[in-house]
């Protein structure tokens, strides 16, 4: 069993910044392949961004250029440091572990979710 837990959300205005954290706990492997999926009111959830577990990563179009995610494999940390926010960045976060991914290698379909945390943009 695996347990993700999601901080760091909160309040902030349009071209504001604010970091995302995620604890991992349970049955992860350091190298295990890490996402962020986003849902706004309304809509269906969304990839955001994903880490292969050995530092190459992939961005969706809409965060590109403006959102970073990295992990920081000794504390089983995943981070998404989201710049330059707009109102359209709205949404509840979710930290996501790749189903089979490890070691470099990503599956993308994922078996464990975190619980979310709310980020709101104005």
């Known amino acids: 069993h695996v347990q993700l837990v999601e901080s760091g959300g909160g309040s902030m205005q349009a071209g504001g910044s604010l970091r995302l954290s995620c604890a991992a706990s349970g049955s992860i492997q350091r190298t295990n392949c890490m996402g962020w999926f986003r849902q706004a009111p309304g809509k269906e959830r969304d990839w955001v961004a994903t880490?292969?577990?050995?530092?190459?990563?992939y961005y969706g179009d809409s965060v590109k250029g403006r959102f970073t995610i990295s992990k920081d494999n000794a504390k089983n940390t995943v981070y998404l440091q989201m710049n330059n926010l707009k109102p359209e960045d709205t949404a509840v976060y979710y930290c996501?572990?790749?189903?089979?991914?490890?070691?470099?290698?990503?599956?993308?379909?994922?078996?464990?979710w975190g619980q979310g945390t709310q980020v709101t943009v104005s």
């Open positions: 880490d292969n577990g050995v530092g190459t990563t």
């Open positions: 996501v572990r790749d189903v089979g991914g490890n070691g470099g290698y990503c599956s993308w379909a994922w078996d464990y």
